[in-house]
């Protein structure tokens, strides 16, 4: 205890509670608000009476407030009783029931003759349980009763009488706990605690619950101590139940529950107190009577107020806060501002992800590249038993991840079975001269797996010069005399390009089908996240329109672009290079360092010379072309359109501006909660 209740003045006391009052009767107007109902509810100040069924709760109630309530050797307390008591001017004892799904209240009478308000709480219990949907039930927890009581010699204070712990069914138990626990954990809560004096303490159900919840401040109050016998075995079931009990109360009480009335009267007042006598003797822990305990559960109630008044108060303010707060966030906007703050959230989404989408597409297209890079020069049509030419200085360096043919020493006499398809997968020394290629597992192939070769085992995927001669004669029989050095290779240069376009045409399309999968994935995105629900319809328009300008306008013209490229190797009249310099440049190289040139095929290894330059050339032009290209025709091209319809007009799509109902009944529950919350507030007590 501490000292400040010598400055609590009375008035201050009833003041505070009759505000909290007003501030229980206004928090019922949140209605289906019901979580945070109950949350700002548990701020307010009150005692709640607990313990086992039929310990006297009732009893110690009716005692302290003159008031009767029903009770019983069995059930007698169905729901949650609230019993608002104030010391002022008499007036008639007013019954309310409240609560149910909208936690409003359902009916109000006033006691009018004695005995009414016991009748008049029965009748409440029982439409309770009526209304809450069968009448099986024994508790229920959505619904409480409200006494007010007033008279110029109450106490002021709030009592909560709530069902005992009990054995009768399991559901009921289960209602019963949930109901106490919810009351008790409440912060703003002072607990009556009830005790049969005359029974084993640890043996009551309800007990154990209590003394489970230490951290619930408490007044211990003691009932039916007139049955307790002043000998050894009383004493020692009295100092057992201090024991457990008065470490976590403020003091320890025993009344006379068969006292009928408010205990005003001197000869009521003596017969307590000469029925309770002994337990002074027994124990001087145990302060006897109800006038002292009605003076400490005021006292502690008007100490506990001074403490827990202003933090309901800090509580409604700051809830009154973060609803306006949520209010401001969801106000209603109209059409025109939902699509602005759309588009703007649109547009920082592109931005933010396309980074990201560009760096993807940048690897696709070195991909690209490789893979162009992969071609092979084979006879037309290919040889029925391929051949692979020896690499040489004309060659590009190895790549990781290149495919090549190696020749597997000691693999056999038969050539084929010597080679072997893989890839580069490392440079065994760091440098070229040592080459790591990977091959697939065949069947039950020991020389799977990545293995280290010199340089000069590594094959080209080109024909053999020999194959590709023996190819050139084919295609340059019909020459009539002309010898091979006078014909026309044009055109033998002309089948090889194209067969070269027909490779790189399926490399490009696929790169092009990459890139356009990655820009619909920022598309979506950009289209999709963050964007308010009210706008969404708006939104997936959009997206819409794009698609089908993605469709119309960005796929055809990359697969224009592609057939162009194409056209530059299969078109006669395109199958040239601007790069003289370079091509004859190669030409020279290659025919200087064959040493079959001054043979009777010297014209036909000329034509392949002239090819392969030509391929070598046309595969750098064409690998630059094509990345360049797919990045205009589609990334900057979708970008454009991307910008052009996000510039557009927005008025178009108003009309699918919807706001989400759910985000009207979140609004409309916000206002309903301010409301309350300045109406709770109204009552504080300055």
């Known amino acids: 205890m501490t000292g400040s209740l010598d400055i609590v003045p009375e008035g201050a006391t009833k003041q505070m509670l009759d505000s909290v009052d007003k501030m229980r009767a206004a928090l019922a107007g949140l209605g289906v608000d019901k979580a945070f109902y109950e949350e700002v509810l548990s701020e307010l100040p009150q005692f709640v009476a607990c313990g086992p069924q039929s310990s006297g709760k009732s009893c110690v109630i009716r005692r302290i407030s003159g008031v009767s ?95 005992g712990f009990h054995t009768d069914d399991n559901e009921g138990t289960e209602v019963v706990n949930q109901l106490v626990g919810r009351y008790t954990n409440m912060r703003g809560t002072l607990a009556l605690h009830v005790i049969k004096g005359d029974q084993d303490y640890g043996a009551l159900l309800g007990n154990d619950f209590m003394r489970n919840h230490t951290s619930v401040d408490r007044v211990t109050v003691l009932t039916h101590c007139d049955q307790l016998k002043e000998d050894e075995k009383g004493k020692e079931s009295l100092r057992n139940t201090l024991n457990k009990t008065d470490k976590n109360s403020s003091q320890t009480f025993a009344i006379n529950g068969k006292i009928k009335g408010d205990a005003d009267d001197d000869a009521d007042k003596k017969q307590e107190l000469d029925s309770l006598d002994h337990l002074h003797r027994m124990d001087t822990r145990v302060e006897v009577g109800i006038d002292a305990l009605r003076k400490h559960i005021e006292d502690r109630m008007a100490e506990h ?126 440098s070229s001269t040592e080459v790591l290629c990977e091959f697939p597992k065949v069947d039950s192939d020991a020389e799977s797996g990545a293995r280290s070769f010199p340089q000069k085992s590594v094959m080209s995927n080109d024909s053999l010069p020999a194959t590709m001669v023996e190819d050139i004669l084919r295609l340059a029989n019909d020459r009539g005399l002309r010898n091979l050095v006078h014909v026309d290779r044009q055109p033998i240069i002309a089948l090889y390009a194209s067969q070269f376009a027909e490779h790189y045409s399926v490399v490009v399309a696929g790169a092009k089908a990459e890139i356009t999968t990655a820009m619909n994935k920022l598309y979506d995105y950009a289209f999709g996240a963050n964007v308010a629900e009210a706008a969404m319809p708006a939104a997936a328009a959009l997206r819409r329109e794009l698609a089908q300008t993605m469709l119309a306008v960005v796929d055809k013209g990359a697969d224009a672009s592609i057939r162009s490229m194409v056209d530059y190797n299969s078109a006669p009249d395109l199958i040239f290079t601007p790069n003289i310099h370079y091509l004859n440049e190669l030409i020279k190289r290659m025919v200087e360092d064959d040493k079959d040139m ?38 900057i091209q979708a970008d454009a359109e991307f910008q052009a319809l996000l510039r557009r007009s927005l008025a178009r799509y108003e009309k699918l501006v919807k706001e989400p109902q759910k985000v009207k009944r979140e609004r409309d529950s916000l206002e309903r909660r301010k409301r309350v919350l300045n109406e709770c507030l109204l009552a504080e007590v300055k």
């Open 69 to 163: 309530l029903p009770e019983a050797a069995t059930v007698c307390t169905k729901i949650a009783t609230l019993v608002q008591i104030r010391r002022g001017v008499s007036a008639p004892i007013t019954v309310v029931l409240m609560g149910g799904p909208e936690c409003k209240e359902i009916s109000s009478r006033d006691a009018t003759e004695e005995g009414a308000v016991t009748k008049l709480v029965e009748d409440a219990q029982k439409q309770a349980i009526e209304l809450s949907g069968t009448k099986k039930k024994q508790f229920v927890d959505d619904y409480w009763v409200i006494v007010k009581v007033a008279g110029p010699e109450k106490p002021n204070i709030t009592l909560v009488d709530l069902p």
């Open 305 to 430: 107020l001074q403490e827990q008044y202003p933090k309901a108060i800090d509580k409604l303010r700051a809830s009154l806060a973060e609803t306006c707060s949520r209010l401001e966030e969801i106000q209603e906007k109209c059409p025109a501002d939902e699509l602005r703050q759309m588009a703007l959230t649109i547009k920082d989404n592109h931005d933010n992800k396309k980074g990201g989408v560009l760096s993807e597409i940048r690897t696709i297209l070195e991909r690209m590249c490789r893979d162009i890079k992969k071609h092979a020069i084979k006879p037309l049509p290919a040889a029925k038993v391929d051949t692979f030419r020896p690499r040489d200085e004309h060659d590009e360096a190895l790549e990781l991840g290149q495919p090549v043919v190696v020749v597997v020493e000691g693999a056999g006499a038969d050539d084929s079975k010597a080679l072997r398809h893989g890839k580069v997968v490392g440079f065994s020394d760091g």
């Open 598 to 635: 001054a043979t009777d095929h010297g014209g036909a290894r000329h034509i392949y010379h002239n090819v392969r330059a030509f391929i070598k050339v046309q595969v750098k032009f064409i690998s630059e072309l094509a990345g360049r290209e797919l990045t205009r025709a589609i990334v």
